[in-house]
């Protein structure tokens, strides 16, 4: 099976996370996929960040979706991680998806809010005009979500982000879908990985920091990693 090595939020661990400073440097760097994630705007744009504020990554402060898209774009979203990188913005999703799909890459798009119908659909045209539907996963740790998607679209993959096991049965319904564990889980539950493949379940994780995680995952038998750090092909497969 195919590793796939995701950089999560645009490998956090060494660039200003989900900017597009980040985004462009993993890919230079050959991560297979982006994996980022979407608030919404005052106006409803789907917005990629990974809190419900601006307070933590970013000079300003404020909700997301109390924030036009001119206030929130107006933050300095990459000086509180390094100076070297003053004036990242923050990024809109469409933004995100033109990088992708010049590029051929990947996206784990994590949803982090409650969304409804109507967001779910415009997000689902959104990939379908970037023509990024079949590269992308959309993940998420509320299965609403999930099951608004699936109702909306039989055919995008579905992720399910989890710490604790669960009964994967759930995940059948939602097929092509996908258990995205955070790695602990499936280090101290290994039977996971055969259970999910038995269903027709993929299987992911997030977020490794460090090659030797990665190592014995892959030996365990998951090939979609994600990770702050990056990692190369060539030091994982045998």
């Known amino acids: 099976m195919k590793l796939e090595i995701v950089a999560h939020r645009g490998y956090a661990g060494?660039?200003?996370?989900?900017t597009m400073e980040a985004f462009r440097r993993s890919l230079a760097l050959r991560a297979d996929s982006i994996e980022l994630d979407i608030h919404h705007s005052r106006e409803g744009i789907p917005?990629?960040?990974?809190?419900?504020?601006?307070d933590r990554t970013t000079t300003s402060t404020g909700a997301i979706r109390s924030l036009s898209v001119s206030e929130i774009q107006a933050a300095d979203a990459g000086s509180k991680f390094k100076v070297e990188f003053s004036g990242c913005n923050v990024p809109?999703?469409?933004e995100a998806l033109k990088l992708c799909q010049d590029c051929r890459a990947g996206l784990q798009l994590e949803i982090k809010e409650q969304i409804n119908e109507d967001e779910a659909r415009a997000l689902l045209h959104l990939l379908s005009v970037y023509d990024m539907s079949k590269r992308t996963m959309i993940i998420s740790f509320y299965k609403q979500n999930l099951d608004l998607l699936r109702r909306l679209d039989a055919e995008i993959e579905l992720g399910f982000l989890t710490t604790d096991p669960i009964a994967l049965e759930a995940l059948v319904p939602l097929a092509p879908a996908?258990?995205?564990?955070?790695?602990?889980?499936?280090?101290?539950?290994?039977?996971?990985?055969?259970?999910?493949?038995?269903?027709?379940?993929?299987?992911?994780?997030?977020?490794?920091?460090?090659?030797e995680t990665a190592r014995q995952l892959v030996e365990l038998g998951v090939y979609r990693l994600t990770s702050d750090i990056p990692l190369h092909h060539q030091d994982l497969q045998q």
Do not use: G, M, S
């Open 14 to 18: 060494v660039f200003p996370e989900n």
């Open 178 to 211: 996908c258990l995205c564990a955070h790695y602990p889980l499936l280090l101290k539950h290994p039977e996971l990985i055969q259970q999910a493949r038995k269903l027709n379940v993929d299987v992911a994780v997030w977020t490794i920091r460090d090659i």
């Open 92 to 94: 809109l999703l469409e």
């Open 47 to 54: 917005i990629v960040i990974h809190d419900d504020t601006l």
